[in-house]
């Protein structure tokens, strides 16, 4: 099985700041990754797929890049709507990550 | 637009059987294209996918789950079902259901593109 290791499990930013989250496959998934954000009491929502392709309605903020065993998710400029917990998940076996919680500093 | 909503009971008692049903709305099952998975989430904490069928019939099981997962699809009902036997407290968790696709251009990349709103199943006594 691959394993999924998101880092840091929590991350706290201010309003308006970059975040950068990783997320690293325990071998290579190529470009097999998609990210999702999960806010509390919700169904995740498809972010990325492909490692970095944004998908449908996702705005230009969010972008996501790597292949092989390392990943980042990255949104450049944190909106109150971005606070949330994301998840990295890989297309092979269909493993998640256990998640980084952005929350506001 | 495509929607789906999980259905069944809250409550199941340990050693029974889970059956949970998705119903999916504004879009057709049998058209092909998608794979119609399982994924749960324990109480605070992450992601676990269980398992997809396709229109065909044909299943695929997380190997940790195989042995006790059932996922079947009525094509004329529009809806595609979990069993999960011989549950204990480990198995208590939100239930989505969700669409996944299949997004090519040159490669193919796949990811769950539409998800149900999730139902907490809890299993006690």
């Known amino acids: 099985e691959i394993v999924m290791t998101q880092s840091p499990a929590t991350l706290s930013v201010s309003p308006g700041e970059r975040a950068t989250l990783s997320c690293r496959a325990s071998q290579s998934v190529s470009s097999n990754l998609a990210w999702y954000q999960q806010k509390p009491g919700q169904a995740p929502r498809l972010l990325i797929y492909?490692?970095?392709t944004r998908a449908t309605g996702i705005p230009a903020r969010f972008s996501g890049s790597g292949s092989g065993t390392e990943f980042t998710l990255t949104i450049s400029s944190l909106q109150s709507e971005d606070f949330a917990v994301y998840y990295c998940q890989q297309y092979n076996n269909w493993t998640f990550g256990q998640g980084t919680k952005v929350e506001i500093k | 637009q495509v929607q789906l909503q999980e259905s069944g009971p809250g409550l199941v008692k340990p050693s029974q059987t889970l059956s949970l049903t998705c119903t999916v709305s504004g879009g057709s099952i049998s058209s092909g294209g998608y794979y119609w998975s399982w994924i749960r989430q324990h109480p605070g904490k992450g992601l676990e996918w269980i398992g997809y069928i396709y229109y065909s019939g044909s299943t695929y099981y997380n190997p940790s789950l195989k042995s006790r997962v059932t996922i079947s699809v009525d094509t004329s009902k529009n809806q595609f079902s979990l069993k999960l036997s011989s549950v204990t407290a480990a198995d208590t968790a939100v239930y989505y259901c969700?669409?996944?696709?299949?997004?090519?251009?040159?490669?193919?990349?796949?990811?769950?593109?539409?998800w149900g709103q999730g139902t907490m199943v809890t299993v006690s006594s």
């Open positions: 969700a669409r996944e696709e299949a997004y090519c251009g040159g490669d193919c990349y796949n990811a769950f593109d539409i």
């Open positions: 492909g490692a970095s």
